[in-house]
């Protein structure tokens, strides 16, 4: 999903500010914020990530250096400023190490989160690429493939 806006007359219209984060945060109790990732919240990311290793700190803050850079993705559900849910855009492009912390999963935390990785990334694209375009992705520099743990359980 993205955000994308057609008005009543059908004419397209494209935000390239940060309020694709504020719209989807519409609805939701004023204790939780959706925003992007940084440098503050990597060791917290890496405590969680399934394949953790030795260089896997230093590869998630560079990732999370991209995105805060140039290319977006990398983004966090906080609930009281404490971040339960994420997930991060490697420097391939793809996406993964989506996560919500147990306490707060079966909200949809998940789903706004990955959500607001492809409309931070989308927004980012239309902003390098100075247009916006009705077809999905279509303004992404590479294909959105996102990767998934074989055993994982839907929740």
Request: charged share 25%; glycine share 8%.
């Amino acid at each position: 999903m993205w955000i994308h806006h057609q008005n009543q007359n059908g004419d397209e219209t494209c935000n390239t500010s940060t309020q694709g984060f504020y719209e989807l945060s519409k609805g939701l109790p004023s204790n939780v914020a959706i925003r992007s990732l940084n440098q503050n919240d990597a060791e917290l990311v890496d405590s969680r990530w399934e394949y953790r290793s030795d260089g896997s700190l230093s590869m998630i803050r560079r990732m999370i250096r991209a995105s805060e850079e140039t290319y977006g993705g990398c983004v966090g559900l906080f609930v009281n400023d404490a971040l339960v849910s994420w997930l991060c855009r490697y420097l391939d492009g793809t996406l993964g190490m989506l996560w919500t912390e147990y306490a707060h999963r079966k909200k949809g935390y998940a789903a706004l989160v990955l959500m607001a990785a492809v409309s931070d990334i989308r927004k980012r694209s239309k902003e390098r690429n100075g247009g916006c375009t009705s077809r999905p992705l279509a303004n992404t520099d590479e294909p959105m493939v996102s990767y998934i743990v074989d055993s994982n359980q839907a929740s």
